[in-house]
């Protein structure tokens, strides 16, 4: 699965913005998809995670009741939407896709299998 992040930009204190992952490659339903973000000076954080059908999604407490996380199996595409963006969500935010069916899903690195490039989300104060 090639995974491509879009949507990021400079916003300020309050205002939203969402992200787009778009999938190619490999049956994209077939995978769970995350989101990560890694600040300048600190490791890769998790974000949220969806389930491959989309009913199911995970998030970490740091967004949670901020950030929804959806997907589109048609269009090959998992949205982040941000509300009440704080500059600490300042980041590079990444797509991540993994197999597994467990749930709560893994929150590490390790339990994903692609990686997008990466968008960056600047929030100003």
């Known amino acids: 699965v090639q995974l491509q992040a879009s949507g990021g930009g400079l916003v300020q204190a309050g205002d939203s913005l969402r992200l787009s992952c778009a999938a190619s490659?490999?049956?994209?339903?077939?995978?769970?998809t995350a989101w990560f973000r890694q600040a300048p000076g600190k490791g890769r954080e998790f974000v949220g995670t969806?389930?491959?059908?989309?009913?199911?999604?995970y998030y970490a407490d740091s967004v949670k009741g901020r950030f929804t996380i959806s997907r589109d199996n048609a269009k090959n595409t998992v949205y982040l939407q941000m509300n009440s963006l704080k500059p600490e969500d300042t980041a590079v935010y990444y797509c991540?896709?993994?197999?597994?069916?467990?749930?709560?899903?893994?929150?590490?690195?390790?339990?994903?299998?692609?990686w997008g490039q990466g968008t960056q989300v600047t929030v100003s104060s």
């Open positions: 991540a896709a993994g197999g597994g069916s467990t749930w709560p899903p893994p929150t590490g690195l390790s339990g994903y299998f692609y």
């Open positions: 490659g490999r049956t994209f339903s077939n995978y769970r």
């Open positions: 969806i389930s491959r059908s989309g009913v199911m999604v």
